[in-house]
Protein backbone atom coordinates (compact mmCIF):
# COMPACT_ATOMS: atom_id res chain seq x y z
CA UNK A 1 0.00 0.00 0.00
CA UNK A 2 1.33 3.79 -1.02
CA UNK A 3 1.14 6.13 1.93
CA UNK A 4 -1.55 8.01 0.20
CA UNK A 5 -3.99 4.70 0.54
CA UNK A 6 -2.87 4.45 4.46
CA UNK A 7 -3.93 8.09 5.12
CA UNK A 8 -6.91 7.61 3.19
CA UNK A 9 -7.65 4.63 5.31
CA UNK A 10 -6.41 6.29 8.34
CA UNK A 11 -8.50 9.10 7.95
CA UNK A 12 -11.56 6.67 7.16
CA UNK A 13 -11.20 5.57 11.05
CA UNK A 14 -11.15 9.50 11.78
CA UNK A 15 -14.47 9.74 10.08
CA UNK A 16 -15.60 6.62 12.29
CA UNK A 17 -14.62 8.17 15.43
CA UNK A 18 -16.56 11.38 14.30
CA UNK A 19 -19.37 9.52 13.99
CA UNK A 20 -19.20 7.76 17.05
CA UNK A 21 -18.25 10.82 19.22
CA UNK A 22 -20.81 13.24 17.65
CA UNK A 23 -23.24 10.86 18.79
CA UNK A 24 -21.40 10.66 22.29
CA UNK A 25 -22.04 14.84 22.46
CA UNK A 26 -25.15 15.25 23.49
CA UNK A 27 -24.28 16.12 26.80
CA UNK A 28 -22.26 19.02 25.68
CA UNK A 29 -25.65 20.43 23.81
CA UNK A 30 -26.10 24.64 24.81
CA UNK A 31 -29.85 23.74 25.74
CA UNK A 32 -32.08 20.37 25.55
CA UNK A 33 -32.70 19.52 22.28
CA UNK A 34 -30.91 21.28 20.72
CA UNK A 35 -27.73 20.08 18.33
CA UNK A 36 -24.37 20.25 19.99
CA UNK A 37 -21.86 23.25 18.66
CA UNK A 38 -19.58 22.08 16.92
CA UNK A 39 -15.88 21.72 17.56
CA UNK A 40 -13.34 21.16 15.03
CA UNK A 41 -9.82 19.44 15.28
CA UNK A 42 -7.49 19.16 12.43
CA UNK A 43 -4.69 17.49 11.53
CA UNK A 44 -2.33 16.78 8.88
CA UNK A 45 -2.26 12.81 8.84
CA UNK A 46 0.76 13.14 5.90
CA UNK A 47 3.33 15.11 8.00
CA UNK A 48 2.07 12.91 11.47
CA UNK A 49 2.91 9.57 10.07
CA UNK A 50 6.02 11.06 8.01
CA UNK A 51 7.32 12.59 10.76
CA UNK A 52 6.90 10.33 13.35
CA UNK A 53 9.29 7.62 14.89
CA UNK A 54 7.57 4.54 13.41
CA UNK A 55 6.38 6.27 9.84
CA UNK A 56 10.42 7.06 9.69
CA UNK A 57 11.23 3.87 10.58
CA UNK A 58 9.21 2.63 8.06
CA UNK A 59 10.75 4.38 5.27
CA UNK A 60 13.89 3.37 6.25
CA UNK A 61 13.42 -0.46 6.31
CA UNK A 62 11.79 -0.03 3.12
CA UNK A 63 14.53 1.52 1.20
CA UNK A 64 17.05 -0.79 2.80
CA UNK A 65 14.61 -3.40 1.47
CA UNK A 66 15.05 -1.83 -2.13
CA UNK A 67 18.43 -1.19 -1.85
CA UNK A 68 19.40 -5.20 -1.31
CA UNK A 69 16.70 -6.26 -3.50
CA UNK A 70 18.94 -3.90 -6.37
CA UNK A 71 22.04 -5.29 -4.99
CA UNK A 72 21.21 -9.33 -5.38
CA UNK A 73 19.49 -8.17 -8.82
CA UNK A 74 21.97 -6.20 -10.02
CA UNK A 75 24.46 -9.22 -11.31
CA UNK A 76 22.00 -10.81 -13.26
CA UNK A 77 20.98 -7.30 -14.98
CA UNK A 78 24.00 -6.77 -16.38
CA UNK A 79 24.15 -10.77 -17.32
CA UNK A 80 21.33 -10.11 -19.72
CA UNK A 81 22.67 -6.90 -20.78
CA UNK A 82 25.72 -8.61 -21.84
CA UNK A 83 24.16 -11.54 -23.53
CA UNK A 84 21.83 -9.28 -25.34
CA UNK A 85 24.99 -7.48 -26.61
CA UNK A 86 26.75 -10.43 -27.41
CA UNK A 87 23.53 -11.87 -29.33
CA UNK A 88 23.54 -8.55 -31.21
CA UNK A 89 26.85 -8.52 -32.53
CA UNK A 90 26.71 -12.28 -33.59
CA UNK A 91 23.25 -11.43 -35.29
CA UNK A 92 25.23 -11.13 -38.65
CA UNK A 93 26.92 -14.48 -38.63
CA UNK A 94 24.69 -16.87 -37.22
CA UNK A 95 22.57 -19.07 -39.28
CA UNK A 96 18.85 -18.21 -38.84
CA UNK A 97 17.12 -20.94 -37.11
CA UNK A 98 20.59 -20.92 -34.46
CA UNK A 99 19.63 -16.96 -34.16
CA UNK A 100 16.18 -17.48 -33.40
CA UNK A 101 16.77 -20.57 -30.63
CA UNK A 102 19.14 -18.09 -28.99
CA UNK A 103 16.98 -15.19 -28.90
CA UNK A 104 14.30 -17.26 -27.65
CA UNK A 105 16.60 -18.32 -25.18
CA UNK A 106 17.43 -14.98 -24.25
CA UNK A 107 13.67 -13.97 -24.15
CA UNK A 108 12.56 -16.63 -21.58
CA UNK A 109 15.03 -15.26 -19.09
CA UNK A 110 14.77 -11.90 -19.49
CA UNK A 111 11.03 -12.60 -18.77
CA UNK A 112 11.92 -15.07 -15.70
CA UNK A 113 14.02 -12.12 -14.47
CA UNK A 114 11.21 -9.24 -14.88
CA UNK A 115 8.94 -11.48 -12.97
CA UNK A 116 11.47 -11.98 -10.43
CA UNK A 117 11.83 -8.25 -10.28
CA UNK A 118 8.46 -7.77 -9.93
CA UNK A 119 7.78 -10.42 -7.49
CA UNK A 120 10.84 -8.82 -5.16
CA UNK A 121 8.96 -5.36 -5.35
CA UNK A 122 5.46 -7.00 -4.87
CA UNK A 123 6.66 -8.42 -1.67
CA UNK A 124 7.96 -5.18 -0.35
CA UNK A 125 5.01 -3.13 -0.61
CA UNK A 126 3.26 -6.07 0.95
CA UNK A 127 5.45 -5.79 3.86
CA UNK A 128 5.20 -1.82 3.99
CA UNK A 129 0.97 -2.80 3.88
CA UNK A 130 1.32 -4.45 6.91
CA UNK A 131 4.02 -2.53 8.96
CA UNK A 132 1.23 0.50 7.82
CA UNK A 133 -2.01 -1.30 8.89
CA UNK A 134 -0.31 -2.08 12.51
CA UNK A 135 0.45 2.07 12.72
CA UNK A 136 -3.23 2.26 11.57
CA UNK A 137 -4.62 0.16 14.48
CA UNK A 138 -2.19 2.07 17.16
CA UNK A 139 -3.38 5.76 15.04
CA UNK A 140 -7.35 4.95 15.62
CA UNK A 141 -7.58 4.92 19.49
CA UNK A 142 -4.79 8.05 19.70
CA UNK A 143 -7.58 9.93 17.37
CA UNK A 144 -10.34 9.01 19.63
CA UNK A 145 -8.63 9.58 22.51
CA UNK A 146 -7.75 13.12 21.17
CA UNK A 147 -11.03 13.90 20.30
CA UNK A 148 -12.83 12.69 23.45
CA UNK A 149 -10.19 14.85 25.35
CA UNK A 150 -11.07 18.20 23.58
CA UNK A 151 -15.62 17.63 23.05
CA UNK A 152 -14.44 17.33 19.77
CA UNK A 153 -17.52 16.65 16.95
CA UNK A 154 -15.13 16.81 14.26
CA UNK A 155 -11.93 15.45 12.92
CA UNK A 156 -10.80 16.83 9.58
CA UNK A 157 -7.85 16.38 7.71
CA UNK A 158 -6.02 19.32 7.01
CA UNK A 159 -5.84 18.34 2.83
CA UNK A 160 -10.14 18.16 3.18
CA UNK A 161 -10.07 21.92 4.47
CA UNK A 162 -10.54 25.61 2.60
CA UNK A 163 -10.96 27.35 5.75
CA UNK A 164 -11.69 26.75 9.04
CA UNK A 165 -9.92 29.84 11.41
CA UNK A 166 -11.27 28.08 14.25
CA UNK A 167 -10.09 24.83 14.16
CA UNK A 168 -7.61 23.28 16.47
CA UNK A 169 -4.56 21.80 14.73
CA UNK A 170 -3.63 18.64 16.72
CA UNK A 171 -0.72 16.96 14.61
CA UNK A 172 1.79 17.47 17.09
CA UNK A 173 -0.22 15.71 20.12
CA UNK A 174 -0.60 12.78 17.41
CA UNK A 175 2.92 12.46 16.64
CA UNK A 176 4.07 12.90 20.40
CA UNK A 177 1.10 10.43 21.32
CA UNK A 178 2.23 7.61 18.64
CA UNK A 179 5.75 7.99 18.80
CA UNK A 180 5.22 6.82 22.84
CA UNK A 181 2.72 3.84 21.85
CA UNK A 182 4.93 3.01 18.74
CA UNK A 183 8.32 4.13 18.07
CA UNK A 184 8.84 1.56 15.56
CA UNK A 185 7.39 -1.18 13.74
CA UNK A 186 9.66 -4.08 11.74
CA UNK A 187 8.63 -4.04 7.76
CA UNK A 188 9.02 -7.69 6.94
CA UNK A 189 8.31 -9.72 3.40
CA UNK A 190 4.57 -10.09 2.92
CA UNK A 191 2.91 -11.12 -0.32
CA UNK A 192 0.29 -8.36 -1.22
CA UNK A 193 -3.19 -9.40 -1.14
CA UNK A 194 -4.34 -10.87 -4.73
CA UNK A 195 -6.40 -7.56 -6.04
CA UNK A 196 -3.39 -5.41 -5.09
CA UNK A 197 -0.77 -7.40 -6.77
CA UNK A 198 -2.66 -8.03 -9.92
CA UNK A 199 -2.80 -3.64 -10.27
CA UNK A 200 0.72 -3.59 -9.33
CA UNK A 201 1.70 -6.17 -12.34
CA UNK A 202 -0.96 -3.92 -14.35
CA UNK A 203 0.87 -0.89 -13.75
CA UNK A 204 4.54 -2.62 -14.32
CA UNK A 205 3.32 -3.82 -18.00
CA UNK A 206 1.78 -0.02 -18.95
CA UNK A 207 5.29 1.36 -17.63
Known amino acids: MTKTSFLTRAF ?4 TIFLAAATAQSSYAA ?13 DLRRAIGSSKVGQSIQSQVND ?11 EAEGLKRERASLEQQAAILAADVKARKLKDFQLRAMA ?8 GGLIQGGMLKANQQV ?3 LGPILQGIMAERQATVLLDRSAVLLAPNAIDVTGVVVQRLDMKMP ?6 APLPPGMAQAAARQQQVQ
Not at 31 to 43: F, M, V, W
Not at 113 to 120: G, I
Not at 184 to 189: N, P, S, T
Request: proline content about 4%; aromatic content about 2%; hydrophobic content about 50%.
Open 12 to 15: IVAG
Open 65 to 75: LKSQAQATLNG
Open 31 to 43: APGAAPAARILII
Open 184 to 189: AVKVEL
Open 136 to 138: EEA
Open 113 to 120: FEKKVQER
